[in-house]
């Protein structure tokens, strides 16, 4: 790789953990969008796998009742699997415009859902945990993103803020084990990309080190209002970038 890209690849990490410590946002998926613009997809999402599956690994851990959730969701984790796999045949199978439009529709949803401030309430079945695990393993195998639409599901349930931590992050702990033996399995990561994504570790943690730093300064509803109206211009551009011109 390139230096002035991987000089690139190191300041996604940290701006996208900056965000994630001043707003809370996902970083994988912020991290990303950033990255599809400079990188190919099937290069982006190895990189990103390593600082994000210990960053959630660290939340899962931190927030404990693992056990009591894990039984609670596990279908609906278990659903996810086939959509993921399928997500990754399709990643391996070639440069495609798909995995970029993929990413950019659910940045632009997710940025929108972000800034409606509405809630649902729903149930939590046997049928919806199937459908919601189902895509959102799609999606992820797709593109690397781990938080649509599990993460609207979830707040739509009548779960405590920390059982929806420790749901969401277990989701992404599992996923993201997965994804990484996947994308070994289909020849994405080599030992240079691995290399660089555990060295992204360092600019991860001083990103989000920073961001909470930064948190305590600035009123974080207009900066979150800010940053989620940025994550669906991007998302839109990613749209755009992969139409047929």
Same mark, same amino acid.
């Given at each position: ?18 965000? +994630? ?32 599956? @210990? ?11 693992? @056990? ?54 729903? +149930? ?25 639409? %599990? ?33 070994? +399995? %289909? ?10 994504? %555990? ?13 909470? +730093? ?32």
């Amino acid at each position: 790789m390139e230096l002035h890209v991987m000089i690139l690849v190191f300041a996604t990490f940290s701006f996208a953990a900056f965000l +994630k410590g001043t707003a809370g946002l996902g970083f994988a998926t912020t991290c990303l969008g950033i990255m599809a613009s400079f990188l190919d997809m099937r290069i982006a999402i190895p990189l990103v796998i390593v600082p994000s599956l @210990l960053s959630n690994a660290m939340v899962m851990i931190d927030a404990g009742g693992f @056990l009591r959730i894990f039984k609670r969701f596990w279908f609906m984790y278990a659903s996810a699997m086939p959509g993921l796999v399928f997500g990754l045949w399709v990643l391996g199978g070639g440069e495609t415009p798909v995995p970029r439009a993929v990413l950019g529709v659910s940045m632009f949803l997710y940025g929108l859902w972000g800034l409606w401030g509405g809630s649902l309430s729903l +149930k939590h079945t046997p049928f919806s945990s199937l459908i919601v695990g189902l895509t959102t393993g799609l999606v992820n195998g797709l593109t690397g993103s781990q938080i649509m639409p %599990i993460l609207p599901y979830l707040m739509s349930l009548d779960i405590t803020k920390d059982e929806l931590v420790q749901a969401i992050n277990t989701s992404f702990t599992i996923a993201s084990v997965v994804m990484l033996l996947g994308l070994g +399995k %289909i020849g994405l990561l080599s030992r240079d990309i691995l290399f660089i994504s %555990i060295a992204g570790v360092v600019p991860v943690w001083g990103g989000i080190w920073v961001g909470g +730093k930064v948190r305590r300064l600035l009123p974080e509803a207009v900066f979150r209002t800010v940053v989620l109206g940025l994550i669906m211009l991007l998302g839109a551009g990613l749209v755009v970038r992969s139409l047929p011109l």
